[in-house]
């Protein structure tokens, strides 16, 4: 673990570390807020956890944050769940979201990016513009405070300036991807009730047109709280009856108004993966998110005017609010909306080039994709903007490190980052003055108290513990929706260890302050005692050329056995033959254990994911122990439904 790559993968030098703002943030948090003057992030990260109140208080000065009224203290209840921030004060994101306008008008807030990959601005005094005239429509419409409002939309512009109309109204933003069915957006939308949802006609993905007007027909009819409907063409067809056009909606030059609303007001709804029942319906405040936020990209992601800050997303997954959030600190935005390898692998890359990114964010599985493919990002493209290429959805393996760095170029940042749609930011990963050490997260984040812990609640380093943290960060959920007791919302991070968030993830924290993550806790493979995660299985599997992607599952008999399957989707023109199996063995056996050796290696047809790209265990799990289908997925939330009944089968044959 912390022994075996001693050298770090790369250094920032001196002149990067003391522009960086985490360091000029740390030199004033020591003059006025009392934080250590020596010792570096260790000592500002310690520092930020001992005195929660002082610095969070200090990043909303640092920031300048606008509060319209005071607040009575940072931090009234302290507890888990429930903690409250910012007592008495009001504000609003959507203000602080364009503050940008009032210096940098003509120049752009964002860059959009569809599959011809040539980039379109959006100037600021463009985007406040459209913001204030679609506020100024919502609030005609009868939109209020507290109001849901929905987009069925891809990651284009229009969907940017719907959040924020939304948000400066005091309205609760929330956003599925068009690719998503109509009962995978009904499963989420129908718990919220939104009384507007904007949408597309359809999409372009892949160098096809996806006409999604069924979908939205059968969106309007089940969801009978809607009051307005907003028809963004992007297929350039007429608006259906009834529906309101998008362009008559944002012509207006009006000034926007900004609802000031109290710290914890409801900004917007994210939604869990839902792949064993309802999605949960998590609701984060306007407050949280923008100090949470701000914390995170600048100070993290070191992000501010002079960026560009492009992460590969859709409407759907929370990397897409983490990426408007960029318009917090004032740098420019890149929304792409295409297909991630369209027309082809590198397609992302030079993405990149053509906007000059300065932070690129993808998944960990476009980069390992990558060097399957044998893309050669630094030869083929002019990466020299690009800082920090920061990657999550999964662990980043230490062989998409050793890429990045190859391939892109050495003296490159790369941020492997994790977090959750829970927290919409991360627990752990970049930090601009700290070295990079393959495999490993640099370290925790501010102000978040990132534990590994034993069953017994003790805090565990150098050794796989259960990621913990042990005080309130402002992001965590004020509540889910339609949880009025909390009970939901209590049993999904608080029974295990009461009043500690503990998140499902397996990690290490390592003696020199770095953390590495294993995979899910609920789907941990466990051998006569030896836990692993199926994280360090895939990394060394897949090393394989002959292995697209693979699925571990370890599952108890009734016996008082434990079966360990291994399900490989193979690469065209790859043969599990006899030999493959052998090579798949001895590689488990030479990088991980004898012990994780499956019982079996079975070829599928495909690896069913989550919407948002994630490998689904813990569903094929309760397949394979014999749950029927309905009970144990839920259909909407899997990327490939048919892929389920190959378990459903297996699960069969072997009763």
């Known amino acids: 673990m912390s022994t075996v790559n001693p050298q770090p993968l790369w250094q920032p030098d001196p002149e990067r570390i003391a522009q960086a703002q985490v360091t000029r943030f740390h030199a004033w948090a020591a003059e006025h807020h009392g934080a250590p003057a020596e010792g570096g992030y260790p000592a500002l990260h310690r520092w930020s956890v001992d005195e929660l109140d002082t610095f969070w208080k200090a990043v909303t000065e640092w920031f300048g944050v606008r509060f319209s009224t005071p ?6 209840d302290r507890s888990m769940p429930g903690a409250q921030w910012f007592p008495g004060a009001t504000l609003n994101y959507a203000e602080h979201a364009l503050r940008a306008a009032a210096t940098r008008a003509d120049e752009p807030a964002l860059l959009h990016v569809d599959e011809t990959h040539e980039a379109r601005p959006v100037t600021w005094s463009e985007l406040r513009r459209q913001v204030g005239s679609l506020a100024a429509e919502l609030r005609a419409l009868g939109v209020r405070p507290g109001d849901r409002v929905s987009g069925y939309l891809p990651n284009i512009p229009q969907a940017v300036v719907a959040l924020l109309a939304t948000a400066a109204v005091g309205g609760v933003w929330t956003s599925c991807a068009p690719d998503f069915g109509a009962r995978s957006v009904l499963d989420r939308f129908q718990q919220v009730e939104p009384v507007v949802l904007f949408t597309v006609d359809g999409y372009r993905y892949g160098g096809k047109e996806h006409d999604r007007r069924d979908t939205v027909a059968e969106l309007r009819r089940e969801l009978p709280t809607l009051r307005a409907v907003v028809h963004i063409p992007l297929l350039g067809t007429d608006a259906p009856e009834g529906a309101l056009d998008w ?10 108004a900004f609802e000031q609303v109290p710290f914890d007001h409801p900004l917007w709804v994210l939604y869990s993966s839902g792949t064993t029942g309802l999605p949960k319906a998590i609701v984060q405040s306007q407050g949280g998110i923008l100090v949470e936020h701000l914390k995170q990209l600048g100070l993290h992601c070191d992000l501010g005017p002079d960026d560009r800050f492009f992460w590969y997303t859709s409407t759907g997954w929370m990397m897409w609010n983490f990426l408007v959030s960029g318009l917090l600190t004032g740098t420019t935005i890149v929304l792409y909306d295409g297909s991630p390898g369209y027309p082809d692998t590198g397609a992302q890359w030079r993405i990149a080039e053509r906007t000059r990114a300065t932070l690129y964010g993808t998944s960990a599985a476009y980069v390992m994709a990558c060097r399957k493919a044998g893309v050669h990002p630094g030869r083929d493209f002019d990466l020299s903007s690009v800082q920090c290429v920061a990657t999550t959805g999964s662990p980043l393996p230490p062989d998409g490190f050793r890429w990045l760095h190859d391939e892109v170029r050495e003296d490159l940042w790369i941020a492997s980052v994790s977090g959750g749609t829970d927290v919409c930011s991360c627990f752990a990963g970049a ?14 984040g501010l102000g978040t108290d990132l534990q590994s812990w034993d069953p017994s609640g003790t805090p565990l380093t150098d050794e796989v513990g259960e990621l913990v943290v042990t005080n309130p960060m402002p992001s965590m ?17 608080f029974d295990t260890y009461p009043g500690v968030w503990r998140h499902g993830d397996w990690i290490t924290v390592t003696s020199r302050g770095s953390v590495v993550i294993h995979g899910r806790s609920d789907s941990t493979l466990n051998r006569q005692g030896v836990r692993m995660g199926s994280a360090d299985i895939y990394e060394a599997v897949e090393r ?12 108890e008999q009734p016996d008082g056995g434990y079966w360990m399957p291994l399900f490989v989707h193979l690469a065209p023109g790859a043969v599990l033959d006899e030999t493959l199996l052998g090579r798949i063995k001895q590689t488990i056996r030479e990088q991980l254990s004898p012990r994780h050796i499956p019982d079996e290696i079975i070829e599928v047809p495909g690896i069913p994911h989550t919407l948002t790209g994630k490998r689904i265990e813990v569903p094929v799990k309760r397949l394979l122990q014999g749950t029927p289908l309905d009970k144990a997925v839920n259909p909407g939330s899997i990327d490939n439904l048919d892929l389920l009944h190959f378990y459903e089968d297996l699960a069969r044959k072997r009763a």
Do not use: C, M
Not at 544 to 555: A, D, N, T
């Open 71 to 76: 607040y009575a203290r940072v931090l009234g």
């Open 247 to 256: 362009a008559a909606l944002t012509s207006g030059d009006v000034e926007p």
């Open 431 to 444: 930090v601009p003055t700290l070295p990079v050490h393959i495999g490993e997260l640099q370290a925790p």
């Open 477 to 493: 959920p004020i509540h889910f929706w339609n949880d009025p007791d909390g009970s939901r919302y209590h049993a999904s991070y």
């Open 544 to 555: 394989l050329p002959e292995i697209k992607e693979s699925l571990v599952i370890g599952i």
